[in-house]
């Protein structure tokens, strides 16, 4: 059985409205040039790292990659910025959200535009300072390692693929020895 067939929510099509976006997952990784977006599935452990924002929303660490930035620049910068956490061991590259934007021009100018994608990898992580919350960035007032059945619980509320997302990275997680 496929992915795709295995994870039906996360493989189907779907509109982003928030971002005028229409996206379509694969585990084909996207050219580098077209990622704008990096997210991780953190493992302490074999528990699943959450940020609560100050909408109370829980969600995975990640965001918009920097003018200039490596994909692995902006992981380690988005790891730091919203969970504390910094990668100990392999990067494991689980897929992209493959997107078209229907937006007149990029979300930001060094973007690509209309085709970009947002990256989901999985990463063994330790926790080991608080959120630095920049100024122009989510706002995180919490951050907890969930068991996974708990984790499933808590994303729901940031996209109904999420733990379908989680339930892969969870089955390709190898966990890193310290």
Do not use: K, M, W
């Given at each position: 059985m496929s992915f795709a067939e295995r994870y039906p929510l996360l493989h189907t099509p779907a509109r982003w409205e928030w971002g005028g976006l229409d996206v379509r997952f694969s585990t084909e990784l996207p050219a580098d040039e077209l990622v704008t977006?990096?997210?991780?599935v953190c493992f302490v452990g074999e528990r699943i790292v959450l940020c609560r924002d100050d909408r109370d929303f829980w969600l995975l660490p990640g965001g918009t990659r920097e003018a200039g930035e490596s994909?692995?620049?902006?992981?380690?910068?988005?790891?730091?910025?919203?969970a504390g956490a910094r990668p100990v061991g392999p990067v494991r590259w689980l897929g992209a959200h493959h997107a078209t934007s229907d937006a007149p021009e990029p979300y930001r100018p060094w973007q690509p535009h209309p085709h970009k994608a947002w990256l989901w990898c999985a990463a063994?992580?330790?926790?080991?300072?608080?959120?630095?919350?920049?100024?122009?960035?989510?706002?995180?007032?919490?951050?907890?390692?969930?068991a996974f059945e708990?984790?499933?619980?808590?994303?729901?509320?940031?996209?109904?693929?999420?733990?379908?997302?989680?339930?892969?990275?969870?089955?390709?997680?190898?966990?890193?020895?310290?």
């Open positions: 977006n990096v997210h991780v994909v692995d620049e902006c992981l380690r910068r988005e790891l730091r910025e919203e063994d992580v330790v926790v080991d300072a608080s959120p630095s919350n920049p100024a122009d960035a989510e706002q995180i007032v919490e951050v907890r390692a969930f708990d984790a499933l619980a808590h994303v729901t509320t940031d996209g109904a693929y999420l733990p379908e997302l989680l339930t892969l990275a969870r089955e390709l997680h190898r966990p890193t020895a310290r």
